[in-house]
């Protein structure tokens, strides 16, 4: 009985997203990177090829954190204390990306020395966050736009209440914005409208839909980040872009990664649950259409990438 | 495909006869329609109308029971993604077990025991896949010694199969699998034992075949597994099934579909997908609690109604026993937040007044945002729950993440003392001994 497959016909793609810059691009990044550009829902190849794979960024801090889960720490050992030891051990991992995230007791100063030994600790192209309080965001990326004008970094992160002056500097810099909603798909498209209102190019935007961790609020983030992407191939201008999600921010903020003790034994072995929580959040989000994916756990970036592989196999 | 109310219309007497209890027969088609009355009610329809109404309900992906003393369904869903709905049977787990392990007994009755809470819901597994290769008799009267959960049966021995499904009766079990050139005695022995049988082939057009001619011998309860050599080849096949059954309403691939992650390069990855992406039953290799739960939170998650959060009574609750002098703590009703914060102080043994608010089921954090937990509603519920009549000590402890509030609160709640505490519940038993007393 031969079958006809049933195939959608979309009308709309998800933009290219290039980041970091060669020296032949003005940057100083061994190679850049592509996210983005599909024209199918996640990996259907029988509906249509996919142009480039979803990406695997590590988490590193500006300085050593001292309420991470001392799992992580045995996984990175001494490399934390240094951030641009850490991205090389990241590297080294198998990032294609790294994120630096930078806290509230940075200077301006301090915070673009580390950016700059980063830079040249790895050849890979970064994200950098600021630490989440909007005046002190401004105040540590914007030094550090200028400072690496040119290196087409995303900044981050941008929010309804805080976009305009990271939006700036990024213009200003030939910079990436990485712009945040909470979980819903109108304030996505709005905060994309304004930042594109800006003048900021539609090709410099990553859209961050928010997420949950795995037992946390997960179904929440899976399932608009599958509207956006199907808004997106509807042909949804203000959707289309390519999205980065937070799964090890996330999973490695839950009981179940961060305890090993006084427990209820049903949660098993801690070290493989905390890796499997960080795993399998990420796995689902890469399933709902993410391109970016930030983990914290050398473990978890291989597991995450090889199963990129298989999806992206034809 | 469920038929529009005209549709159905066309296939009643039309005389308008009313003893349906309808003024007409196509206010009566409506109803049936919406699936609000019985096509029963009414004496005239023609026997070929019923047999193409009766094909026009059956659901697109066919029901598929698993049956012992406990019970797993799957099947019958309606969309493709879960916002469009909801996804209602969630895809049972099960454990893999060889037949001639000699430690059988053993890891059936561990892996039966299992029992993991996740938000005041008691998380199992849902049965045992045996492998024949060894005794299946022996095998299954062991098993049922210790484990009285469905029991999916890997072989093909016709022999085997019906000495073991005689050990089974009373039970719906899962043949696994027939194939097209051995699915006949396969199909006859289901039908005997009353079991379902998994039929399995290398493209979705020999499946079609496949289980279309098994329906012809009478079988009703097929599985499909897809087969499919990577995560991308399974996950466009069972995309392509799921799609074909309720869009194309293609009755010969309207079964529930069988996945092995066992077999997978890396388990827990496979089984992910699996149950995000459309698998009915999903075999696993052994009894690992670290991966067993996770994928348990998964599928909860996964087949949550996305427009429904799952929410606790308001009120005010009892942890180990509280005194007068006992701790007030404020949280939402919201689950999740609810069961995180009551497990915490449950577990250190201190006791403790728990106030759940009325957030309308949202996160501490979004119900802020949301307008929902504010100082007037914590202050109301105080009151309406009467907690003063309860305690001795006038003191409040606010969630760490809500602690602009507390001014607020001061005003609203002038003869209790606010305090803030820390953000996350598991620091929660620590401040309670520290800062407390
Ligand atoms: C899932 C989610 C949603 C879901 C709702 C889930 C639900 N039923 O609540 C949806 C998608 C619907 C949603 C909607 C919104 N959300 Co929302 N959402 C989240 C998300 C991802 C997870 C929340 C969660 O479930 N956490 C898990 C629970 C267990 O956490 P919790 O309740 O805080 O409890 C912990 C602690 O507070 C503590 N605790 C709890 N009680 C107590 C008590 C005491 C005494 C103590 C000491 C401790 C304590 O213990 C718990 C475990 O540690 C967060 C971001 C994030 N990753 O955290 C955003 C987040 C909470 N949402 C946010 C916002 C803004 C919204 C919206 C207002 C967006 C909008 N404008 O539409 C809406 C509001 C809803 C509405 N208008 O109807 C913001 C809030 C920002 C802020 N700081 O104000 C967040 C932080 C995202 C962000 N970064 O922007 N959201
Ligand atoms: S009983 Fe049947 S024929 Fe009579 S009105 Fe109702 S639907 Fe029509």
Redesign the interface.
Known sequence: ???E??KDKWTGSIRAVTIGATSAEGGTRAKSITVGGQTSMP????EAPMPNKPVIAIEIKSRKPDDWSPLLADAWGEAMADPAQWAKKAEEAGADLIVVALTLADSPEDAVRVIKSVLSGTGLPLIVWGPGQAEKDNELLVPISEATKGEKIVLGICEDKNYRTIVATAMANGHLVQART?MDVNLSKQLNILISDMGMSKDRILMDPTTGA???????G??VM??LR?AALQGDAMTQLPMIVTPGFEAW?T??S??GE?V???????K??AI??E??TA??LV??GADVVVLRHPESVK??K??IE????? | MALSGIQIYKMLPQTNCKECGFPTCLAFAMKLAAKQVELSACPYVSDESKKQLAESAAPPIRLVTLKASSEIKAGNEVVM???EKTFYNKPGLFIRVKASDPDLAKKVATADA?????VGMDFTIDGFAVEADGELAAAIKTIRTVSKRPLILMTKDTTLLDSALSLLAGESALIYAAESSDYEPLADLAKKHKAALAVKADS??TL??LT?KIQAKGLEDMVLDLGGK???EW??RS??VR??AI??N?R??GYPVIAFPCDA??E??AA??AI??YAGFVVLSEF????????L??RE??Y?D?QKPIQVQPGIYEINSPKPDSAVLVTTNFS?TYF?VANEVE?SGLPAWLVVTDAEGM?VL?AW?AGKFDAERIAKSIKSFDVASKVSRKRIVLPGHVAVLSGELEEELPDWEIRVGPR???DLPAFMKQALN
């Open positions: 009985m031969p079958i497959i049933p990996y259907l190849h029988y909470p795995l037992g946390y609020g997960i179904e929440y899976y399932s599958e509207r199907l903020k009981k179940e961060k305890v006084g209820p034994e049903g949660w098993g072995d801690w493989a649950r499997n929580w795993t399998l796995i689902a399933e709902s597991r995450v090889s199963a298989e999806l992206v196999a034809v | 993604f879960r916002h299992y029992k993991v809470n996740y979705l057009d079609a075949d279309q990577n995560m991308s996950l466009a995309t392509q799609k074909l869009k194309s293609l010969a691939l390069k890396d827990g990855i992910a997908q995000a992406k690992k609690p670290e991966l067993l739960y996770p994928l939170v998964l998650n996964i949550t996305p999740i995180s577990g996160s979004t945002a996350e519940a598991v």
